[in-house]
């Protein structure tokens, strides 16, 4: 059967199952075969590198990035079959993050036709934008893409080194999303849904003075946003400082991850979504950046505020905590201010995670308030983890310990007299500790495995399933992205 005859039902079915590299040989061999093609060819596209890319690979990933592009300023058509575009990249060789960045020479045809787009255009960041094309910066790239109608794009990650050299997507998404317009609004990211910006946490602005914040905010202004996935560095100034002269309002978002960002701009985000359903929360400390809002004190009366504008909402909560260790030597100086006793009031919440010492504080015999108070009335699953008060990365040493029975010690009484008077439908509790064993088979680590047994023991009595979990395992803890 000769394929240029088939009916267009049975070409699409084949087109269905063919590899990339098929769909790109199909475009070459006729024009109705091209135009049945590309829209397979363009709609999922992809630029990923490894965490630390070779120069060889950055090279290759770079150059298919801006020969993408240069078919599109050329064929701007294009763009309109794109729904889902995902690029990490990175130009770390070394976990130094004092190492100059290493830019890579795009192809030379494809640069020349960006830098040709820009200059057409009539943006006050033009003269920027064409020096950062012309340095090889992926940023100014990308920047290209977005400038485009995307009128199908639903989904959009950008990974790893991102906006640490540029803040031109910034810019183009404020003239998309954040101007006042004097006519109806172009196709352009109306159907975006989906946005994951999984950076690198901000330790490297200790070195280089810079912020993601004014970047990723604009994302806020999309219409149809559903879910946000993003590590958001705090500003130094008191407040977030929005790119439009009206705060967004995102009617749609039900789902938020959110890496970096302090408490004390956590109220102003969590002011942007109408009703929230999930939310993930990472409170971060580095010792290196030294400002107000940057410091050692978890301030749990500034964070209950800024969730209860969710609670009658929120089925999911997951509250993970870390820090920036190559500054400190243990003990670590934290400290937590405030109860999270407003917690009870959240009616809706289903499965929570929370560090222990946001329950409990640093020292667990003075706090004075029982845990019961703290859980919501409906949850059914909990995880308690003992972030800040462990190691938790694989290269930590070994001295980095906490005094577990403590804590553990904490539980008992809530687990023997309270836990189903006072949250009567909790199924499952998750204990994110130091390992699964104790380490040191002495005395202490036959307590601990004691306590263990009788925490089981009682949460089963209970008709609860308790497990102890290694805490290297916390990122398994995620909300759903349903």
């Known amino acids: 059967m000769d394929l240029l005859t088939c009916d267009a039902d049975v070409l699409f079915m084949i087109r269905d199952y063919l590899a990339k590299g098929d769909l790109i040989s199909l475009c070459l061999v006729r024009s109705n075969l091209r135009t049945l093609a ?19 690979e950055q090279t290759q990933i770079f150059r298919r990035l801006s020969k993408l592009l240069r078919s599109i300023v050329r064929r701007p058509e294009l763009a309109a079959h794109i729904r889902s575009f995902e690029c990490r990249w990175s130009f770390r060789h070394s976990l130094d993050y004092k190492t100059a960045w290493t830019n ?10 960006a830098i040709s787009f820009v ?15 012309d340095d090889g910066i992926v940023d100014a790239y990308v920047a290209i893409l977005l400038s485009h109608p995307l009128p199908r794009l639903r989904f959009l990650s950008l990974s790893h080194d991102f906006f640490r050299q540029s803040d031109l997507i910034g810019h183009v998404l404020e003239s998309i999303l954040c101007r006042p317009r004097t006519r109806p609004p172009t196709s352009s990211l109306l159907l975006l849904e989906c946005v994951e910006l999984y950076l690198w946490v901000n330790s490297y602005a200790n070195d280089h003075d ?3 914040t004014a970047n990723i905010l604009p994302f806020l202004y999309l219409p149809n946003l559903q879910r946000l996935q ?25 789902s938020v991850q959110v890496r970096n960002l302090r408490e004390s701009h956590l109220a102003q985000l969590l002011s942007v979504p109408e009703r929230l359903r999930s939310l993930e929360w990472h409170w971060y400390y580095n010792p290196g950046l030294d400002n107000e809002f940057n410091s050692p004190v978890i301030n749990v009366d500034l964070i209950m505020p800024a969730l209860s504008r969710h609670k ?58 029982a845990i019961r108070d703290c859980l919501p009335p409906n949850l059914e699953d909990l995880a308690l983890t003992s972030e800040l008060l462990t190691r938790n990365q694989p290269d930590m040493r070994d001295e980095e310990t906490f005094d577990e029975l403590s804590y553990t010690r904490k539980l008992r009484p809530w687990l023997a007299d309270d836990v189903k008077q006072f949250t009567p439908r909790l199924e499952k509790i998750d204990l994110f500790l130091t390992e699964e064993e104790p380490r040191v088979p002495d005395h202490i680590g036959c307590r601990e495995v004691a ?27 995620s909300i759903s992205t349903s």
């Open 38 to 56: 590309e829209p397979a060819l363009y709609s999922r596209v992809d630029f990923n590198c490894s965490d630390r890319p070779s120069p060889s």
């Open 104 to 113: 890579v020479d795009p192809d030379t045809e494809a640069k020349e036709a």
């Open 119 to 133: 200059q057409k255009q009539q943006a006050p960041y033009r003269e920027t934008w064409v020096q950062q094309l």
């Open 210 to 212: 810079r912020r993601n």
């Open 230 to 254: 993003a590590a958001i560095d705090t500003p130094i100034t008191k407040t977030l400082t929005w790119p439009a002269p009206f705060t967004p309002v995102a009617f749609r978002l039900r």
């Open 312 to 369: 009658h909402a929120l089925t999911e909560l997951c509250l993970q905590a870390d820090f920036h260790r190559r500054y400190y030597d243990p003990p670590y100086p934290f400290r937590v201010q405030g109860s999270p006793r407003a917690l009870r009031g959240f009616n809706q919440l289903k499965m929570l995670t929370i560090p222990l010492v946001y329950l409990v504080g640093f020292a667990p015999f003075s706090i004075k308030w």
């Open 451 to 477: 306590m263990r047994e009788e925490l089981c023991e009682l949460a089963e009595a209970a008709g609860i399933l308790l497990r102890v979990c290694d805490i290297r395992r916390i990122r398994e803890r």
